[in-house]
């Protein structure tokens, strides 16, 4: 398993959750991290991408909300989501690539997935 995501779990409208995605060293210092979030019934999408010179971008519906950060010591990306709303309940999926933004093609490997509830 190239990434490891964990971090998902129930909350309640309001509250916060921090997702992690561990990797090998290798693929932390080369490659881009992103994460996306399919729902169920819902075409996979872009949450944020946090590039490695450190600038980052999120989806509008996150912004404000949602911030990624890398841990090096740990080759560790996070996830902290804030202010959540039952309409981030999904799948958060963590990303890797080397030439990447929002469209997901661009990442090259894929973490397993962990499920968010956001309970109303």
């Known amino acids: 398993v190239q990434l490891q995501a964990s971090g998902g779990g129930l909350v309640q409208a309001g509250g916060s959750l921090r997702l992690s995605c561990t990797t090998s060293?290798?693929?932390?210092?080369?490659?881009?991290m992103g994460w996306f979030r399919q729902a169920s019934g819902k075409e996979r999408e872009f949450v944020g991408v946090?590039?490695?010179?450190?600038?980052?971008l999120y989806a509008d519906s996150v912004k404000g909300r949602f911030t990624i950060s890398r841990d090096n010591a740990k080759n560790t990306v996070y996830l902290q989501m804030n202010s959540l709303k039952p309409e981030d309940t999904a799948v958060y999926y963590c990303?890797?690539?080397?030439?990447?933004?929002?469209?997901?093609?661009?990442?090259?490997?894929w973490g397993q997935g962990t499920l968010v509830t956001v309970s109303s």
């Open positions: 990303a890797a690539g080397q030439v990447v933004g929002k469209n997901e093609r661009g990442y090259a490997y």
């Open positions: 060293g290798r693929i932390f210092s080369n490659y881009d």
């Open positions: 946090r590039w490695r010179g450190g600038s980052t």
